[in-house]
């Protein structure tokens, strides 16, 4: 598991190093606020269009080799950003980042398949997530730092080298399963054999894309995921210049402001993972993966109406980072419920599931600075983000975690 963590604090770290590069790119590059709406949003794009087959490839090849690949190639392309010398240059690295980062999450949802038991499932996933999310908040502050000493070309190079490394080490340490990796005793593997989820091993063919969009549960959880990304690509993508700016704060204390949202979403994860176990072990999966996803997007819905009121900028936040412990405390329900119903596709389910979410991510990186144009207030958009997290919470009554996608022989 400690491994799975450090990948996605990885990812989050090189993520979010662009929102604080943001008025260097700007002012080097010539871009208006829109434009670089764009260049945070197509990552997204390039990010959610690549889901679902980085999830065949990871059921099929196995995570070790995907995770591997993905790690080299998002770290080289982390570098390619610095040498980025107008807004179209900018859009297709973003883009071909955001393309390779897509097997991360896909990947680790099937190593987890194959590592830990049922039991277990919920807390992993929400440690897991929660290590992205202490990823941002320490690449906020630190990415000041780092773009103050280097600037922000240096800074993306550093970056993409620490990630190279990175790679190898990953490709050294980890095995797609338990049976194959020599540091782990032979009770502890006999243990997660016996209580992991039990998949078919037959010739039965994998759900093709369209059987995975036409399952009920898939789209559900495709529609919440949706709603949870909108209200937290916000942090990595428009949180620092918004506090900065609306606030009239210096860089390095938004900066530590920004960072509160996303020790926020890790508390959340922490604090859903247990709570679906500890509801797994003593009610059902149905209860497990349903209660905690409508108590997170309740928080999220009242966190961001709340956070209006406030009139100074510490108190907004307190706000906000309610709004998105809620946001991430859908993620352990929501891996976990794609885990119970992909099976032995679980990598192309969490990838069709996280590609919805991705284009939530898309439209939250243009509708800030869109909305914000057009009205000359964010407040349009908190309204939206709370709108859609009400709307997650009708959803998650009709998700059945209990009943697994079948494909058409």
Not at 137 to 151: C, K, R, S
Not at 232 to 259: E, I, N, Q
Not at 341 to 350: D, F, H, L, Q, R
Request: proline share 5%; aromatic share 12%; with cysteine.
């Amino acid at each position: 598991m400690g491994s799975e963590m450090c990948i996605r604090d990885r990812l989050y770290i090189d993520r979010t190093c662009i929102q604080v590069a943001g008025d260097g790119i700007k002012a080097d590059l010539h871009l208006t606020d829109t434009q670089f709406g764009w260049v945070l949003s197509i990552f997204t794009l390039g990010y959610a269009l690549a889901q679902t087959p980085s999830g065949i490839i990871a059921d099929r090849a196995g995570p070790r080799l995907l995770l591997t690949g993905v790690i080299t190639l998002w770290s080289v392309l982390t570098a390619a950003t610095a040498a980025g010398f107008n807004f179209v240059s900018m859009l297709i690295v973003r883009f071909l980042f955001g393309a390779s980062e897509a097997g991360a999450f896909p990947g680790m949802a099937r190593a987890t398949l194959s590592w830990f038991p049922t039991q277990e499932r919920g807390l992993v996933t929400g440690i897991n997530f929660s290590a992205s999310r202490l990823g941002g908040a320490l690449a906020l502050p630190l990415m000041v730092w780092l773009i103050d000493a280097t600037g922000w070309r240096g800074s993306f190079v550093i970056l993409g080298a620490f990630g190279v490394v990175f790679a190898g080490g990953w490709w050294l340490f980890f095995r797609d399963k338990p049976e194959k990796h020599a540091m782990i005793g032979e009770e502890e593997r006999e243990h997660i054999k016996a209580n992991r989820q039990k998949v078919s091993t037959d010739d039965t063919p994998s759900p093709r894309f369209a059987e995975m969009v036409a399952n009920p549960n898939v789209r559900l959880l495709m529609v919440q995921y949706f709603c949870s990304n909108f209200t937290f690509f916000f942090c990595l993508s428009w949180l620092f210049k918004h506090v900065k700016t609306t606030y009239d704060l210096t860089a390095s204390d938004a900066g530590m402001l920004a960072a509160l949202p996303l020790l926020g979403g890790a508390a959340g994860n922490w604090f859903s993972g247990w709570l679906v176990d500890y509801l797994f072990r003593n009610h059902d999966v149905v209860v497990s993966r349903r209660v905690p996803a409508i108590i997170g997007f309740t928080l999220a819905t009242l966190g961001l109406l709340v956070s209006l009121e406030m009139d100074s900028a510490l108190p907004a936040v307190i706000f906000l980072t309610i709004a998105v412990f809620g946001a991430d405390m859908t993620l352990p329900p929501s891996w976990s419920a794609c885990v119970d119903v992909g099976g032995k596709t679980a990598g192309a389910v969490s990838g069709t599931m996280n590609m919805a979410g991705n284009i939530g991510s898309f439209t939250t990186s243009l509708a800030f600075p869109y909305l914000l144009v057009w009205t000359g207030s964010p407040t349009p958009f908190f309204f939206v983000a709370a709108g859609l997290n009400a709307i997650a919470v009708a959803v998650w009554f009709f998700i059945k975690p209990q009943n697994p996608i079948r494909a058409t022989a």
